[in-house]
């Protein structure tokens, strides 16, 4: 009769819809997990055999008719007597393997340890089993110290049992906590939806962009801020030779936040067909700063590589300061490419009567759109004809929307995969100025209000204040005390997490905070959620992490329409420290089989790197995380804004919501500094000890010491060690070090010889710097 009443509960509670809803999680807080280690799922169809389990649990059909087989196995051993008896028993013990817990009642969480052959039993339970069928064990279980133990009732039942009493059978069926929004994502008590991770690449330096090329291998292309980008194989290795290399041509440096560098990179719609990408980049050009947006064709040798012989310049606009130069690269279902460029930098668009952003005019601060098929003859691009400025003679045709400050990262939604609802909408982050970050859904002909409104919120007020103004208000804005620079991401629509479907998922690269949005479809009206790292058992599945670097620089779509993350410590275009994530909900899968792909073969003529992890889960205690509160120092500068620019020291892992601040670069760490030439591969050596930035001085500076400065800085090759300060004396700093002498294979300067820190007889007309290289000096 209990057990019955049991059922029934259990029925009642894992039938209930499976939507979004925030599980308030206590201490003792749950961790569903099926046999194979992975998250339990909704069967696509309801089972026969374990019926209980048809709404939610770990067996589908196959699975479920092969424990019904099972079930008649044993049963048919049994005396008419014995079955009448002890058939419930034998289904019940059988079916627990479909248990959203069955990971839990098989001991089975940790895949070292063996797996129970018997689901763990309270002891009531046990009892009343013992006593009634004892001899069913000897067909469920083919474990022979249960067999010995057949006659002890104390002994059998507490070998049966479990540490946690919560997790037996059948006590966990009408356990409130453990089944209450079973399935659903889950929060913590303060309503932050926890998911986990999962590392896909490391050793990135500053990956602002991961694209795929939808031509069914399901490769996956990584940039790298430097200008370079690393073709991946869906297993997650990577070859050893760069599908493109612009290093030579791309400006930035590495100075952290530096804005400029390779920032976008997009597939032709028809690449499979057409082999033409497109990326946009910083360069110089006759001391003149400029955005370029080039045009590249596969090698017809090698289908991972581009033909560097093939680049057409489409557009190039110049830049008027060094920040605010946008980078993203979309093309539309339309088949346009769409082009989001930024005001021109400084500050509060100072350009002009009204700013670049309401200068149709101009191309800076706008969302464009041209036309780039079929250009091998003819113009490198035309404009659509229904582009909205095209019979405006005082707006350039190029412009689709304005009003824009710095828009990072935007996306299409693919639409819901069944219904297709959402498919083509166009969301964008806009990085603010002082008060706000703001998201917005972007539309043709419209007016996002920049530099007359910063978020929901007036910025010059006299320009807000015209009526003509005519702008479209952000769908979310949130203040600075939450983040100083927001990274758009994606609208998730993907098939492994079927409960984030329809969450728009996006971040803040200075806070590090993850967030989400979703569309309440009554008022249309957008409600956020800030997502978080699962605590406590949450993420301690195989290959799952829970932490994260702080500089959230990027988000990205695999080909499959999963979820990803571009993070580093240091926002340095020479730090490789850049780790690509996979965000995961822990809390419910698709069936198995459901999401299963079949890669296109791949021919690879490259060296392959095979891929190795090196993040780890991090156990942590539950604790109450302090409220977010407003920073009263906020750093001078920031990847989008030259307001706010990282510190300057090395982020922690994040685990929660932000709550401290990053920590000071290693004692070693380099930068080379260079303001009488373009170029990032070159420069004053300054080193970081003890607290502080100095020089170091040139006596016996060699090749070899150049070298560990050119590794440090990404380069493997050094070209030359300078002396007597060929790139500027560092008046401002310290001498550091003096009489370096390397063997060219230490790490950094300080495992070198040298005469101490601190100790030099020397002046800073003898500071020294290096010019490196991507290629070998002496081929």
């Not at 997650?236 to 930035?252: D, G, I, M």
């Not at 976008?264 to 980049?281: E, L, N, R, S, T």
Request: proline residues 7%; hydrophobic residues 35%; positive net charge.
């Amino acid at each position: 009769m209990a057990l019955a009443r049991c059922r029934a509960a259990l029925a009642r509670l894992v039938l209930l819809p499976l939507a979004l809803a925030p599980l308030r999680a206590g201490p003792g807080s749950a961790h569903p997990q099926c046999l194979d280690f992975k998250p339990p799922f909704r069967p696509p169809h309801p089972l026969l055999f374990c019926e209980q389990y048809s709404a939610f649990g770990c067996c589908d059909a196959e699975q479920d008719a092969e424990l019904s087989r099972r079930y008649w196995a044993v049963t048919r051993r049994l005396e008419p007597d014995t079955f009448a008896v002890c058939a419930a028993y034998v289904r019940d013990l059988l079916c627990q393997e479909c248990s959203p817990y069955a990971a839990h009642l098989f001991d089975a969480e940790d895949p070292s340890t063996p797996v129970r052959t018997v689901p763990g039993l309270c002891k009531d339970y046990c009892i009343d089993v013992w006593h009634k069928c004892r001899t069913i064990f000897r067909h469920l279980s083919p474990d022979p110290e249960l067999w010995a133990l057949e006659t002890n009732r104390a002994k059998f039942c507490r070998y049966l049992s479990l540490d946690d009493a919560d997790y037996c059978f059948p006590r966990l069926l009408v356990n409130e906590n453990l089944n209450v929004n079973l399935g659903q994502v889950r929060a913590d008590t303060e309503g932050c939806l926890e998911l986990c991770l999962v590392e896909v690449a490391n050793r990135l330096r500053n990956p602002v962009a991961m694209v795929h090329a939808n031509d069914g291998t399901h490769r996956f292309f990584v940039a790298e801020q430097v200008g370079l980008v690393w073709t991946y194989l869906p297993n997650r290795s990577r070859l050893e030779k760069p599908f493109l290399n612009v290093s030579e041509a791309v400006l930035t440096s590495p100075w952290e936040g530096d804005e400029r560098g390779f920032l976008g990179i997009v597939f032709h719609p028809q690449f499979k067909y057409m082999g033409k990408v497109y990326v946009y980049y910083s360069v110089e050009v006759s001391y003149e700063e400029r955005i370029r947006i080039s045009e590249f064709k596969i090698s017809p040798d090698d289908m991972n590589t581009v033909d560097h012989r093939s680049e057409r310049i489409i557009l190039e606009i110049e830049e008027p300061a060094s920040n605010h130069n946008g980078g993203q690269l979309l093309f539309g279902d339309d088949g346009y490419l769409y082009i989001f460029t930024g005001d021109g930098g400084m500050a509060g668009d100072p350009f002009g009567k009204f700013g670049n952003s309401q200068n149709k005019s101009a191309l800076l601060g706008k969302v464009l759109r041209i036309d780039v098929n079929h250009n091998d003859r003819g113009p490198l691009y035309r404009i659509p004809p229904d582009n909205p400025f095209v019979g405006d003679p005082s707006a350039r045709p190029e412009v689709y929307a304005y009003g824009v400050r710095n828009m990072w990262r935007c996306s299409f939604d693919r639409g819901d995969p069944i219904t297709k609802e959402g498919q083509g909408r166009l969301f964008c982050g806009d990085v603010g100025q002082n008060k706000f970050e703001e998201v917005d859904i972007v539309e043709k002909g419209k007016n996002y209000g920049w530099r007359a409104r910063e978020g929901f919120e007036c910025y010059d007020k006299k320009l807000c204040a015209n009526s003509s103004l005519d702008d479209v208000l952000p769908i979310y804005a949130y203040p600075h005390k939450m983040g100083k620079s927001v990274t758009g991401g994606y609208i998730y629509r993907g098939c492994q997490s079927p409960n984030l479907n329809g969450l728009y998922i996006f971040g803040d690269f200075m806070s590090g905070r993850l967030m989400s949005l979703r569309e309440n479809q009554a008022t249309r009206q957008w409600q956020y959620s800030e997502i978080c790292m699962g605590r406590g058992q949450t993420c301690m599945f195989p290959g799952m992490i829970n932490n994260y670097y702080q500089y959230i620089i990027s988000f990205a779509e695999d080909e499959a329409g999963e979820l990803y993350f571009m993070s580093t410590g240091v926002p340095s275009a020479t730090s490789a420290s850049g780790v690509i994530y996979k965000m995961v909900d822990p809390s419910r899968r698709a069936p198995p089989g459901k999401c299963q792909i079949k890669a296109a073969p791949v021919k690879v003529k490259s060296r392959i790197i095979s891929f190795e992890p090196k993040e780890k889960f991090i156990s942590q205690t539950v604790t109450a995380r302090p409220k977010p509160r407003t920073t009263t120092k906020a750093p001078r500068r920031n990847w989008a804004d030259p307001t706010r620019r990282p510190s300057g020291r090395r982020s922690g892992r994040r685990k929660g919501r932000p709550t401290t601040a990053p920590t000071p670069p290693r004692n070693g760490t380099v930068r080379l500094l260079n303001h009488q030439s373009p170029g990032r591969d070159r420069g004053r050596v300054e080193i970081y000890v003890g607290r502080r930035w100095g020089t170091v001085c040139d006596d016996i500076w060699d090749s070899k010491a150049a070298a560990v400065v050119c590794r440090q800085v990404g380069f493997p090759y050094a070209v030359k060690a300078t002396k007597r300060a060929e790139f500027g004396e560092g008046h401002s700093l310290p001498i550091l070090l003096d009489d370096v002498r390397c063997t060219g294979q230490e790490r950094n300067l300080l495992e070198c010889s040298h005469a101490g820190v601190g100790k030099h007889n020397c002046d800073h007309k003898e500071d020294a710097g290096v010019i490196c290289s991507h290629q070998d000096p002496d081929l």
